[in-house]
């Protein structure tokens, strides 16, 4: 009888669940987009036009200069006439991005030109400069988010503390 009375005094035999709540912070990493302001002149280039239907130079092409995708870009044009344009091209199919002076977003990665035309009666003197103002970029931030948990804790009890709690 001792000996049985020592056993359920020491031996773990009765499980009990216990749950709780508790609140877990987390932090995780993702990216975003957003417009990097930039200030980088490409090129400027300037042409000196016949006026149109002359059979001559009344048009022109640039040489090529390279732009990134998604970049904002400002092209600046002075000329000594009002009939006198420039237009921003993308070489890959010829592809008009922008016309006259202001703001534009690039397409695509690749090779730009500038196509300058002179619709007027006279010779024209046309410039053109262009100036990346922005670059849409991914930027990596950090967020913390708190999640609730519910947990199970598993305790162990002797068989007089059982009697003794449920008595």
Known sequence: ???????????????????YTTEERYEYKYFTTDWQPAYEIVCER???????LS????YQ???????????KVRIEVTSDSPDAYVYLYMKDGDRAIGSKAGTFITPN?????????????????????????????????????????????????????WLMKSA
Do not use: D
């Not at 059979?55 to 009344?58: E, G, I, L, R, T």
């Not at 092409?61 to 970049?71: M, N, Q, R």
């Open 55 to 58: 059979y001559s130079s009344w």
């Open 46 to 52: 300037s042409a000196y036009l016949a006026p149109f």
């Open 109 to 161: 990665s690749g090779h730009y030109y500038f196509f300058f035309t002179n619709g007027g009666k006279s010779y024209a003197r046309i410039s053109a400069k262009l100036t990346v103002t922005a670059k849409l970029e991914s930027i990596p931030k950090t967020a913390t988010a708190y999640i609730n948990t519910t947990r199970y804790e598993v305790t162990y009890i002797t068989i007089i503390q």
């Open 1 to 19: 009888m001792i000996g049985i009375a020592i056993f359920a005094s020491t031996a773990k035999c009765i499980p009990l669940i216990r749950s």
């Open 61 to 71: 092409e640039s040489s090529t200069f390279w732009l990134e995708a998604y970049t």
